[in-house]
């Protein structure tokens, strides 16, 4: 079976089903998207490419900017990273604060939001200015020049982000932020709120999917490449991990934008988007998608 024949299939179980879950309304511009929303798109290493439904059209990529700047911190400060965050399943939410207290501020895995905030300070000490190195690290690896922030949804987000704020606050107290807490928290917002579409998502995880290297040349090492990918296996869809490596069996990355990319290594990087999530914050309809995906294609990592 081909891909474009697995998608069309997978749309067309799935589209009478729309929609599932509940829009994520703690950030309210989140709630404006229209929730029978479905895309997917894939790309594989051959150059092939497959889509389907609302493939290009853009949406909030959340938390999926987590690998983004990891990678970016990876980069520029792989050793200093991996004494200040952990790297391992938290069991808790995604923005939880207990952990955090009796961990002495090193956040279990850079994909929880403190974890994510520690990644953000080090590109902020690193790069100098945070939102326009994701921007335009996110345009060169998806190839469209026009990815932006939508400011909206970052300012909507800053407005009502008591609890990251806590987040931030509570690591600077633990000597675990090297900058400003609310300068972290402005840049990390901007990152939730980069819009970009399935199509452009897909394009951008290839360098996951090649061992650490895109079109244009080497974006980390194919052991840094094994280790993102390992971490999106291990903590990439929240507190649903291994329900999601029992299903699916591919590291991926969600949003609570409802999005999530998942990358097979040596043969494509796929992404789907719904914007219903479940309980955990995943989106539902793309978790079924993907289950449906590994069912249907026999791909999986195990
Ligand atoms: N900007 C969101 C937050 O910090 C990201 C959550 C997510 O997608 O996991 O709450």
Known sequence: MSYQSILDQIHEEIAPTLPQGRI????PQLACVDERKFGMAICDV?????SVGDADERFSIQSISKVFTLTQAMRTADAQ???RVGREPSGT???SLVQLEFENGIPRNPFIN??????TDIVLSHLGDAKAALREFARRLSGASDIDYDLRVADSEA???YRNAALAYFLKSFGNLENHPDQVLDAYFHHCALSMSCAELARSFMYLARHGINSDGAVISSSQAKAINSLMLTSGTYDAVGAFAYSVGLPAKSGVGGGIVAVMPGQFSLCVWSPGLDGRGNSMAGSLA???FAALSGQSIF
Do not use: C, P, S
């Open 24 to 27: 994520a309304d703690y950030i």
């Open 46 to 50: 051959d150059g092939g490419y497959a």
């Open 81 to 83: 990273l991996w004494r």
């Open 93 to 95: 939410a995604f923005n």
């Open 114 to 119: 403190a974890g994510a905030l520690v990644v």
């Open 159 to 161: 407005r009502l982000g």
């Open 290 to 292: 993907l289950e449906r």
